[in-house]
């Protein structure tokens, strides 16, 4: 491509932004009042938990999300059919040591807790000694509006929290943490 295409398309895709920034203040606004979403750092105090920033810390929201599934549009058109109905996606990522899973995994289960008192709902717990997993949905009606996923990966040292609110089709769960390259969530068939 040469120097003047890019430097239109840069030029586009800065206009675009521009027009959508004041818009994204109010729906990151209208995505964090929402029932289906959680705050990752707030609801475990992640962060004070790891004492460290985690390695993998994605937020997408309002027209982000959209850019995003218009972006995979042609590539997979039903991909881009199902991000349109998200409202956000939120991963907070960290390694951890062996000798840190055990504390990690009664801290997961602690966020399990406090979600379920808040109205959420268990779908899926597996717990052995290699990992740690754990889904649930928070449903309007027949319909599921949020989902949060805690895995803990004792062999790989690592542990994953994702929320995604939005209209959700937990079959396709795993679509959406390949899009944004999460490696700890399951796709369900």
Not at 108 to 126: H, P, Q, T
Request: glycine residues 8%; proline residues 3%.
């Amino acid at each position: 491509m040469n120097r003047t295409k890019k430097l239109f398309i840069l030029t586009i895709m800065g206009f675009c932004m521009a027009c959508l920034l004041p818009n994204q203040a109010m729906a990151r606004q209208c995505v964090r009042s929402d029932p289906g979403y959680i705050d990752l750092d707030k609801v475990g105090g992640l962060n004070t938990f790891f004492n460290r920033d985690p390695k993998i810390d994605v937020s997408v929201e309002g027209a982000l999300m959209k850019l995003v599934a218009e972006a995979s549009r042609t590539e997979d058109p039903e991909l881009a059919n199902l991000l349109t109905r998200l409202k956000g996606v939120y991963v907070r990522g960290y390694e951890m040591s062996k000798a840190e899973s055990e504390r990690v995994r009664s801290h997961a289960n602690k966020i399990g807790e406090a979600l379920v008192d808040a109205g959420w709902s268990s779908v899926i717990r597996v717990r052995n000694d290699q990992e740690h997993f754990q889904m649930f949905a928070r449903y309007k009606g027949e319909m599921v509006i949020g989902m949060v996923v805690l895995s803990i990966d004792v062999e790989a040292r690592e542990t994953t929290f994702l929320n995604i609110v939005g209209n959700i089709d937990p079959g396709q769960i795993g679509r959406i943490g390949q899009k944004f390259n999460i490696d700890n969530v399951p796709e369900f068939k």
